[in-house]
């Protein structure tokens, strides 16, 4: 064999060893796939309610955290931030200053539109990022349980002929659902709005209790999730509510189209982000979301507090939120609230 012949041999040996050698190292991808990793929350998160300790915010967002956090479904420290005010205005101005920061999260509510178009806030939820909505509630009318008013229309039959001495308490602002609920009812049995004596109580409930006990207001609408604690207490007498038929979980409370009155009135309750969110942000709380709501202690907590499961991811929440936007201006005017 030729020295030339002998050379190329050798080349082809080692060139051939160098690829076999390189094949069985690590494996190194390539392209935007092997340097980007799917984001995550970079220290606490803070989930913003919109409200008082103890009211359907609070209870929703801390319902929330300890699902995330028991159910090991987000790792990170989780705490629930309480800014009341301005009808949940406060609360969500807070949220929208945190533009892009995939930490910061709120709960919302019908509140979010209603506040709009009342003229109260310049925010909508087109501001915001929706990430799911979560539940739906029914929607109940409390008195003081040494209240002479056993039925709706006993009560409506005493505001008919003194209206300025039956004040009713709603929090946290006017126009919120448990004040359109009220104004619905009282529409029905002939009472013009206008006449009523409302007392708002920007703590919401942490306010609207004691003032009903304290003889300030003759009844608060509010719902059922904030209403039993205080009826299981003996505390507060639920005149009806707002649901199509009875409930498990108050079956000795009838509905109002039981009692003759063609209301039935079911608020949405939300969770969103910031403006600005990435889609990897998004991608990520849509997914704790959606296995959230699948956990039997979700399902459980809610059934305690008289909520109903009422999921729909981002997509189809924002969707739904345009409908009810238009939805809610119509209802507004019903009532006269607006022009």
């Given amino acids: 064999m030729s020295k030339i012949k002998i050379w190329v ?24 796939a092997a340097v980007e990793k799917a984001w995550t929350p970079s220290g606490t998160v803070e989930i913003v309610a919109p409200g008082s300790p103890g009211g359907g915010f609070d209870l929703l967002a801390r319902s929330v955290q300890k699902t995330l956090d028991v159910d090991n479904i987000v790792p990170n420290d989780i705490i629930v931030m309480n800014k009341p005010g301005g009808g949940g205005a406060v609360g969500w101005g807070y ?10 999260l709120a709960v919302n509510s019908t509140l979010l539109i209603f506040n709009n178009l009342l003229g109260r806030s310049e925010l909508t939820f087109r501001d915001f990022t929706p990430i799911a909505n979560l ?19 006993e009560y409506f039959e005493a505001m008919k002929k003194n209206p300025a001495a039956m004040p009713i308490g709603v929090g946290p602002a006017l126009g919120n659902a448990d004040h359109i609920h009220f104004l619905k009812l009282a529409k029905a049995h002939g009472i013009d709005p206008k006449t009523m004596r409302t007392v708002v109580y920007p703590g919401s409930l942490g306010e609207l209790i004691p003032a009903l006990l304290g003889g ?23 005149l009806g509510i707002s649901s199509d038929t009875r409930l498990e979980i108050a079956p000795d409370v009838p509905t109002w189209k039981e009692q003759g009155i063609d ?35 979700w399902k459980a907590t809610l059934k305690d507090l008289g909520l109903f499961p009422y999921y729909m991811p981002a997509e189809e929440y924002k969707a739904y939120l345009e409908k009810r936007t238009v939805a809610f201006e119509s209802l507004l005017r019903e009532v006269g609230l607006i022009n």
């Fill in 263 to 297: 209301v039935v009135f079911a608020p949405w309750r939300g969770i969103m982000g910031p403006p600005d969110m990435t889609p990897e942000q998004i991608k990520f709380w849509s997914d704790a979301i959606a296995r959230m709501v699948q956990q039997e202690s």
């Fill in 135 to 153: 539940l739906t509630e029914w929607l109940v009318v409390a008195v003081d349980i040494d209240s002479p008013y056993k039925t709706i229309k």
């Fill in 95 to 104: 949220l929208h200053e945190k533009r892009g920061q995939g930490e910061f």
């Fill in 9 to 32: 041999t050798l080349f082809m040996i080692v060139s051939l060893t160098v690829m076999v050698l390189a094949g069985c190292g690590p494996r190194q991808e390539q392209g935007p």
């Fill in 216 to 238: 300030h207001v003759t009844a608060i609408p509010i719902s059922l999730a904030e209403g039993m604690e205080y009826k299981r207490a003996g505390e507060v007498r639920i």
